[in-house]
């Protein structure tokens, strides 16, 4: 092989999926490695004419590398367009400047708005590693960004993407929940209604992040949800709403990659989530939005103090970019629903729409409070008036027909899979059902698969307050190979179950 130059090498596709992180592989020989100083962990930047990319530097010490080629990851590859063999040029980057604002921010000196558009801007055109990330969002983590932070985060995420507009459309609707409850899938439902009543509620929805599912995992296992920006602009223009997955049309690129990081960090804040929420809404072309927040012991939100607390922020922020918000409370004690896991929970919804006597009520009505307050908010009707005019939308069928159409201008409905491996948990003594921890349910379903296996996940067969008998199932694991059911039931049976079952006080 011909010696391609001491910073040029070409390029070899290793098929490692690195969860999204860009990452490249030398040979701890290489001659590059040696005359850049590049070592484990650097940065280096990676271009093929044009086309550049900054990734993290994998030394390999073993003869399956060659020191005459580099490696690219599955991440590295596909954003930088390569081909196999092609020859890269290899450098250092230039040096991050903006990272010592997180430096600052650690020892107790408030971002300003300059410093958080460097850092989002760098962020979002991936000059931060996964480690400089991680402390971009524990420097923010907690009580510690103020709302002139907040609002600064929300702009700098903002202007680091797309933002839409919807020409025509005076009023543009949508909503989200800030998580922390299994279930709750309200989404599919709100987005029906509204679009059935003649409202336009282009939806953009997250996966997972420390959840067993965000509304696009469960969507997809219904339609669809990887649209650009065009298809979701054909279907919200010939169908009025559409739900999708965001990631997909880089509206918040910066968060997108915030999301990455914080996800094996199993942990938010205030200040980001609030950003998050806001600036996806604001790049989406929203106008009018409404902000579930459950409240409950074993919810994200713990204490109606709390929740007071992110309801001011999230106001706040709102009215400085320019939002009309309605945040609703709700009752975060349980979940919502019976199905925990992707397709379980688009069970659920599917039920829902229907009009299926056997659907969760609690859905239901979950479902009928908050698309009743956004036809209020959009003043689609009159106060007092909403949940009435979305219960007559949803028994009619006509927002089953809508859900229905907006499925197929996705892409085809399909009907969720179901899980081949099931393991029913059931009550040791006869009592009343006095607590269910969601987290601790949460935990179990991801550990059964979800959701990365869509059919993964919990079924939930009581409620708070049920009266049960000893012996009778509480709620069943599901799981997509033998593997995961026993991980999870062995999680199950190290501490004290999910749901409490005693005499009640």
Request: aromatic share 4%; with cysteine.
């Amino acid at each position: 092989m011909n010696d391609p130059g001491p910073t040029r090498l070409p390029l070899r596709r290793l098929g490692v999926d690195t969860y999204q992180e860009p990452v490249i592989y030398m040979h701890a020989d290489c001659a590059v490695c040696r005359a850049e100083g590049f070592e484990a962990q650097s940065r280096i930047r990676i271009a093929l004419g044009e086309r550049a990319i900054i990734a993290t530097l994998n030394v390999i010490r073993s003869e399956w590398l060659s020191p005459h080629e580099a490696a690219l990851s599955e991440a590295a590859w596909s954003a930088l367009a390569a081909h196999e063999g092609e020859l890269a040029t290899l450098s250092h980057p230039e040096p991050l400047e903006s990272f010592s604002a997180v430096r600052a921010k650690i020892y107790g000196h408030p971002f300003s708005a300059d410093a958080l558009q460097a850092i989002i801007g760098d962020i979002s055109t991936g000059r931060y590693s996964a480690l400089e990330t991680a402390a971009f969002i524990t420097a923010c983590a907690g009580r510690n960004m103020s709302l002139d932070e907040s609002i600064a985060l929300t702009r700098a995420m903002i202007d680091a993407g797309t933002r839409l507009q919807w020409p025509g459309h005076a009023i543009v609707v949508d909503k989200h929940c800030i998580g922390g409850l299994p279930g709750n899938r309200t989404t599919p439902i709100v987005v029906a209604i509204a679009a059935a009543f003649g409202l336009t509620m282009p939806k953009t929805s997250s996966r997972a992040i420390t959840s067993p599912a965000g509304t696009a995992d469960t969507m997809e296992t219904l339609a669809p949800v990887d649209l650009d920006l065009g298809a979701m602009r054909r279907v919200v223009e010939h169908e009025g709403g559409c739900i999708v997955w965001g990631g997909a049309m880089a509206l918040s690129p910066a968060d997108d990659l915030l999301i990455r990081v914080e996800r094996p960090l199993d942990f938010d804040s205030d200040g980001q989530l609030v950003a998050s929420v806001l600036s996806k809404k604001v790049a989406a072309g929203s106008t009018h939005l409404i902000i579930d927040i459950p409240v409950g012991t074993t919810a994200k939100v713990r204490t109606s103090e709390a929740a007071r607390a992110l309801e001011v922020r999230l106001q706040t922020v709102a009215i400085a970019m320019g939002l009309t918000v309605r945040i609703v409370q709700t009752n975060g004690d349980q979940p919502v629903g019976r199905g925990i896991g992707p397709a379980l929970e688009a069970r659920d919804v599917l039920a829902v729409l229907q009009n299926d006597p056997a659907a969760p009520p609690d859905l239901r009505e979950h479902a009928l409070l908050l698309s009743g307050t956004l036809l209020e908010t959009a003043d689609a009707v009159g106060v007092g008036q909403g949940t009435l005019a979305a219960a007559k939308v949803l028994g009619s069928g006509a927002a089953w027909r809508k859900f229905l159409a907006i499925c197929e201008a996705q892409g085809g409905f399909r009907m969720p899979p179901q899980a081949t491996h099931r393991h029913e948990i059931a009550a040791t003594q006869p009592g009343q059902v006095l607590a269910i921890d969601n987290r601790r349910l949460a935990r179990a379903a991801k550990l059964a698969g979800a959701p990365s296996a869509p059919a993964a996940g919990i079924d939930l067969h009581v409620r708070l307050g049920d009266s049960i008998a000893a012996g009778q199932p509480l709620f069943t694991l599901q799981a997509g190979n033998r593997g995961e059911l026993e991980y999870a039931r062995a999680y199950l049976a190290s501490a004290p179950l999910p749901v409490r079952v005693g005499a009640p006080s």
